[in-house]
């Protein structure tokens, strides 16, 4: 018995030291607290490139410049103030749009592009984390696309006004504030708290593109992006071979009958 016993021990740590799997590597990260990862390059011809304080399209971090207020959520200090998604100790960066369309873009249409090394890597996923607030219109619109080596824009989400809902938003302070025609991705309302979105990649390549679209008109409707991040397989994580499991099996019972027959003998 002790015999097997011992022999069934040693299968299962044969199978255990063979049997393994590559994991998923953070290869690219930005607009996180953190250091960015990966990241070649930032393009965005909307810095600070609008007139009112209230409008903007760019990266931005409680405490570090000028920031439209809508995004600000101060109500631990203001007991008035019923707008914000950016709490009071928040201070890492995010990507905001508020009023595109103004007097310096009239088209209103707007964009930026992240991007990432992703050179010896596959099985991609692409993360980002989502909030907006206010009464949108039907013409308020955004989308996160990538692209990999330079090709074609492939859509992994787009966000587009509920015309017919209404949603409450919960401030630092506990007040709420409810509103009609919030933003929503894919039935999803969102928040003025942050919620993930994600976006498996079948292809691979040298480099993979990140692009923020949109078109919005109106000062108190806000939304920001942050944490981008994306985890890949790299391709030199080739597995172990597993021994076929009848070979194990043939194997072990051999030795287990070979110790019988070794029991057996006077």
């Known amino acids: ?49 609008f007139g009112s ?9 409680r405490g570090a410049g000028s920031i439209p207020l809508v995004f ?22 995010f990507f905001g749009l508020v009023d595109t369309t103004n007097p310096d873009n009239l088209s209103g249409d707007v964009n930026a592009i992240w991007q990432f090394d992703i050179n010896g890597f596959n099985q991609l996923s692409l993360a980002i984390d989502i909030a907006a607030m206010g009464d949108f219109e039907p013409s308020d619109i ?11 824009w492939q859509l992994m989400l787009s966000g587009t006004a509920d015309n017919a809902g ?15 025609d919030p933003m929503a991705v894919s039935g999803v309302n969102l928040t003025n708290s942050f919620t993930s979105f994600s976006q498996m990649i079948v ?24 944490n981008i991040t994306v985890n890949g397989t790299a391709l030199s994580a080739s597995p172990v ?5 009848s070979y194990l099996a043939a194997g072990i019972l051999l030795l287990m009958s070979v110790s019988r027959i070794r029991q057996l003998k006077p």
């Open 1 to 49: 018995m002790k015999t097997q016993a011992f022999l069934l021990g040693l299968w299962c740590v044969i199978c255990a030291l063979t049997a393994t799997s590559a994991s998923a590597t953070l290869i690219g990260r930005d607009l996180s607290n953190q250091a960015s990862v990966g990241l070649i390059s930032y393009q965005n011809a909307f810095t600070d490139a």
């Open 53 to 61: 304080s209230s409008d903007g399209t760019q990266i931005y971090r």
């Open 72 to 93: 600000l959520d101060d109500s631990l200090a203001s007991a008035n103030d019923s707008l914000g998604i950016i709490k009071a100790a928040d201070t890492a960066p």
């Open 142 to 152: 955004f989308s996160i696309e990538y692209q990999l080596d330079g090709g074609a």
């Open 166 to 180: 209404q949603q409450t938003y919960q401030l630092e302070n506990g007040n709420t504030t409810t509103l009609d």
């Open 203 to 226: 292809n691979t390549g040298s480099t993979l593109g990140i692009r923020i679209s949109a078109n919005t008109n109106g000062g108190t409707e806000a939304i920001a992006f942050r």
């Open 241 to 245: 071979e597993v021994p076929e499991p």
